[in-house]
């Protein structure tokens, strides 16, 4: 989640720079954070019992998860950062 922050920042700063280069480079920027943020709503966000929805802390791309957190940044709790 903070790479596609940091990916997204990254483009508006690219933008604004002059050349075919830095548009290329935005738009790329730009499809790769999308892609990314796609992927995390559709298999990271898992269901719950008791709690609903919630972001998984890993995932393995064939269904397995791991629900945990990490004391370090970037975790689940710096999802605001």
Do not use: C, Q
């Not at 992927?39 to 791991?66: L, M, P, Q, S, T």
Request: aromatic fraction near 10%; proline fraction near 2%.
């Amino acid at each position: 989640m903070m790479w596609v922050k940091y990916l997204e920042d990254a483009s508006l700063i690219m933008e604004k720079l002059n050349g075919e280069y830095a548009k290329n480079l935005t738009s790329e920027m730009r499809k790769l954070a999308y892609g990314i943020r796609k992927g995390i709503d559709r298999d990271a966000i898992i269901h719950h019992r008791d709690f609903g929805d919630i972001f998984a802390y890993e995932i393995d791309g064939y269904g397995g998860v791991n629900l945990m957190d990490n004391a370090n940044i970037p975790s689940l709790l710096a999802m605001p950062l």
